[in-house]
């Protein structure tokens, strides 16, 4: 289980057949540290909503499982399955979390 704040990843390109989006989970809002934290594309619970082909940091809306909805700028906590990318994968974290289960601590 790790706290931090969500954003996406640098470069994002949707392919329609695509269910999720690795997150990048960070302890401070600027920090160049991140964790992997996959996300269902959708609307329901544990679910990040799909962005706009131009997006920003302030289009992230995550739900939460109780429903609720954040931002990228909103504290959560997130708890799943540790993993380690392959060395062939091209990404700047170097572990991830899968069936990842997002939850509220706090909002500015």
């Given amino acids: ?40 594309i959708g609307n329901g619970s544990n679910s990040v909503e799909l962005p706009p082909k131009s997006y920003r940091s302030d289009d992230l809306r995550v739900h939460t499982a109780d429903g609720q909805v954040f931002g990228y700028r909103d504290k959560v906590r997130v708890s799943g399955t540790m993993y380690y990318p392959g060395s062939m994968a091209k990404v700047e974290f170097k572990c991830g979390l899968t069936n990842s289960l997002y939850e509220s601590v706090s909002r500015p």
């Avoid at 390109?13 to 996959?38: F, K």
């Fill in 1 to 40: 289980m790790l706290e931090g704040y969500l954003a996406f990843p640098e470069n994002f390109t949707y392919r329609g057949n695509q269910d999720t989006i690795i997150l990048r989970l960070r302890p401070a809002l600027e920090s160049p540290l991140a964790v992997g934290a996959g996300a269902h």
